[in-house]
T-cell receptor, first 115, second 116 residues
Framework: AQTVTQSQPEMSVQEAETVTLSCTYD???????LFWYKQPPSRQMILVIR??????QNATENRFSVNFQKAAKSFSLKISDSQLGDTAMYFC????????????FGTGTRLQVTL | GAVVSQHPSRVICKSGTSVKIECRSL??????MFWYRQFPKQSLMLMAT?????????EQGVEKDKFLINHASLTLSTLTVTSAHPEDSSFYIC????????????FGDGTRLSIL
């Protein structure tokens, strides 16, 4: 079974600054997918970024980028130029390809962006 | 695109009643939908995987007679909490997957269920 660990329950960053959220996972699979989801106070789950394990290049989506270290089983999320609207819970998730395609979520990191 | 609608957004009802929650994929067909439960300040816990035209697959520890799932069409899955009790109060979220198994899940806005 896969496990996903987010060791930072809460983080705070000032507006316009950069913050990195950490995520590690454990799996015996060689091919898989990793995701970061954002859950703002409205409670909707929003896909932020995805990474395919067989791709060495780190995924980037505007101000969001990841540092994917496959050997270390690490998948951190970097948010640049933080905005107040980035305040949310951030969940790291693992998915093994297959018919079930279940997501395994980490426990989440609550990010607060301050003025 | 990839919009998932969940209804209702909030339900308050008396203990012993049954509550139905709907999850619809508005602009795509979803052969697979997922139902999650989330307690305050906790992560999402997968309850079951709903497959169109077949029985749902429940996670270990989830009572299938308590949480009835129906996925009668490619755009609609329903979760019915039968004879709900206060301990069933929670936030329930559905998600749907487009096409192949490698696509990310798209989530509904969730339903806050409060049983008095």
């Amino acid at each position: 079974a896969q496990t996903v660990t987010q060791s930072q329950p809460e983080m705070s960053v000032q507006e316009a600054e950069t913050v990195t959220l950490s995520c590690t996972y454990d799996t015996s699979e060689s091919n898989y997918y990793l995701f970061w989801y954002k859950q703002p106070p409205s409670r909707q789950m929003i896909l932020v970024i995805r990474q395919e394990a067989y791709k060495q290049q780190n995924a980037t989506e505007n101000r969001f980028s990841v540092n994917f270290q496959k050997a270390a089983k690490s998948f951190s999320l970097k948010i640049s130029d933080s905005q107040l609207g980035d305040t949310a819970m951030y969940f790291c998730a693992f998915m093994k390809p297959g018919t079930a395609s279940k997501l395994t979520f980490g426990t989440g990191t609550r990010l607060q962006v301050t003025l | 695109g990839a919009v998932v609608s969940q209804h209702p957004s909030r339900v308050i009802c008396k203990s012993g009643t049954s509550v139905k929650i709907e999850c619809r994929s508005l602009d795509f067909q979803a052969t697979t939908m997922f139902w999650y439960r989330q307690f305050p300040k906790q992560s999402l816990m997968l309850m079951a995987t709903s497959n169109e035209g077949s029985k749902a697959t429940y996670e270990q520890g989830v009572e299938k007679d308590k949480f009835l799932i129906n996925h009668a069409s490619l755009t609609l899955s329903t979760l019915t909490v039968t004879s709900a009790h206060p301990e069933d109060s929670s936030f329930y979220i559905c998600s749907a997957k487009i096409g192949s198994s490698n696509q990310p899940q798209h989530f509904g806005d969730g339903t806050r269920l409060s049983i008095l």
